[in-house]
């Protein structure tokens, strides 16, 4: 059961370190983050806030390198559009006819 009281500053990070291979093990299989806090927590091996350990895991993740870098030469550039201009639109050179002068006739 949780305590009332915080954590000493980077206490946090010290308790994720002491269980980061079994945290990467139940993340392997497929566990969420929710469920190994949970796990832990009733272990007694992590006394700290989910929160806490939710932002631990996303900068962890934006820690690992991708697993095979692109090489500069293969990377694929964006293509470049071509900047809009408004548009101005034209009259017809001829009026709309009068609709009670035209003979339908000629409009089929």
Not at 15 to 43: G, R
Not at 52 to 69: D, G, M, T, V, Y
């Amino acid at each position: 059961m949780p305590s009332s009281r915080r954590l000493r500053k980077h206490m946090a990070m010290i308790e994720y370190k002491a269980c980061k291979e079994e945290v990467d093990a139940l993340l392997a299989q497929d566990f969420n983050s929710k469920l190994i806090h949970e796990k832990l927590t009733k272990e007694g091996r992590f006394t700290m806030a989910y929160p806490s350990f939710s932002q631990i895991l996303r900068k962890a993740e934006n820690k690992i390198p991708s697993a095979r870098p692109v090489p500069a030469e293969s990377r694929q550039t964006p293509p470049v559009r071509p900047q809009r201009r408004p548009g101005i639109i034209s009259a017809d050179p001829e009026p709309f006819p009068d609709p009670r002068n035209i003979d339908p006739k000629t409009l089929i």
